[in-house]
């Protein structure tokens, strides 16, 4: 079964520094991994994925992520924070041996950024 | 285009009542998924349409949980005689085909809050 590990309920960072968030996965299969970044009030919003492409992977607003198969690690980075990058993100795993293609999400990381 | 609408945004309703919550996918999207997200549980798969059929239901927590597809568009997921612990914010999602790398489109989700 896949399983996602989000470290760090909340992420506190200065405007302009370096955004790090991070995920792993456990999945005895491929996986297709996704962050998705939710602000208050609203519903989900896809900032990237992998699908076995390119290991790194470029999103919306900036952000990137890198696939680790060997550290299981699909963490999200960006390189300067700005005030609207405060939100809540969402690791999540899909795998094509699921016959729903079900997305199972991390349990979230806030993130605060100080102006 | 029109993203993924739900309906109502908010429902209160009291202990024992029953509520039908409303999504409509995005038009052509084959796949309609339903997810609950509560502080306690974070954000949980509930069931997946292909069309019309509903191939897989394992994340209904139980059978007061049904939902149904109609046109392979609408969907409704109704909660027979609701209980505090359904309290949640239910969202809605759809992809254009049912397949492990299709990115699913979240709606704005309705918070439902039982009395």
């Known amino acids: 079964a896949q399983s996602v590990t989000q470290l760090g309920s909340h992420v506190s960072v200065s405007e302009g520094a370096l955004v790090l968030l991070r995920c792993n996965y456990s999945?005895?299969?491929?996986?297709?991994l996704f962050w998705y970044v939710q602000y208050p009030n609203q519903g989900l919003q896809l900032l990237l994925k992998?699908?076995?492409?390119?290991?790194l992977v470029k999103g919306i607003n900036g952000f990137e992520a890198e696939f680790k198969k060997s550290e299981t690690s699909f963490h999200l980075t960006k390189p300067s924070a700005h005030m609207s990058d405060a939100a809540e993100y969402f690791c999540?795993?899909?795998?094509?041996?699921?016959?729903?293609?079900?997305?199972?999400f991390g349990s979230g990381t806030r993130l605060l950024v100080r102006p | 285009g029109a993203g993924v609408s739900q309906s109502p945004s908010n429902k209160v309703t009291e202990k024992g009542k029953d509520v039908e919550l409303r999504c409509d996918p995005i038009?052509?999207?084959?796949?309609l998924y339903w997810y609950r997200q509560s502080l306690g549980q974070g954000l949980e798969f509930l069931i997946y349409?292909?069309?019309?059929?509903?191939?897989?239901k394992s994340g209904l927590p139980s059978d007061r949980f049904s939902a149904e597809r109609t046109g392979g568009s609408v969907s409704t997921l109704t909660i027979q005689r609701t209980q505090q612990e359904d309290s949640a914010v239910y969202l809605c999602?759809?992809?254009?085909?049912?397949?492990?790398?299709?990115?699913?489109?979240f709606g704005p989700g309705t918070r439902l809050t039982v009395l």
């Open positions: 992998y699908t076995s492409a390119a290991t």
């Open positions: 999945s005895s299969v491929p996986p297709y």
């Open positions: 349409f292909q069309g019309n059929s509903a191939p897989d």
């Open positions: 038009s052509g999207h084959t796949a």
């Open positions: 999540a795993v899909s795998t094509a041996g699921d016959s729903s293609y079900k997305l199972i």
């Open positions: 999602a759809s992809s254009l085909d049912a397949a492990a790398a299709d990115t699913q489109y």
